[in-house]
């Protein structure tokens, strides 16, 4: 399984362009704060490329901003265990995974370190890849998942 980061831009060019890879399912992070600016904005629609899409509309957040937003560290992310499943249920299928956020640094990063660590223990390559800053509490909460998940199986 290859897991690979990709902002939004990239994938859309790839998706116009004709070039989506075949046998790969996507993880699309989104952020919900920009519809207040942008009310025509949409997560990449990836229907007609990609059968295997795990959307999540979820702010970029560090923790010690939680509580400022309303969130404790269990309510944000709520879908991470569901995000679990679906990671279990492509590898499975021999799939690969493309994690996707805005300008994939960040939430896409972090969930593909989650994923290289769990499996692979490879996540710290992410983190030493100074392209990316993999947000903490994504990296958190899906390789908590994910190792709850192994573990109740």
Known sequence: MKVSIFSREMTEDMVSAGKFPENTAVISFFDPEIKHIDK?????????????VFYSE???LDLDVLERKGYTYDTYFPEADELAKFIYNVRNKNMDI???????QSRSAGCAAAILE????????????????????????????????MHNS
Not at 98 to 104: A, L, P, S, V, W
Not at 127 to 135: E, K, L, Q
């Open 98 to 104: 493309i994690c996707q956020c805005e300008y994939g």
């Open 118 to 149: 769990h499996f692979f223990h490879t996540g710290i390559t992410v983190f030493a890849d100074y392209r990316y800053y993999p947000n903490q509490l994504v990296y958190h909460k899906v390789h908590d998942a994910l190792e709850k998940l």
């Open 58 to 60: 979820i702010d970029d």
């Open 40 to 52: 025509d904005y949409k997560p990449v629609d990836y229907s007609g490329v990609c059968d295997y």
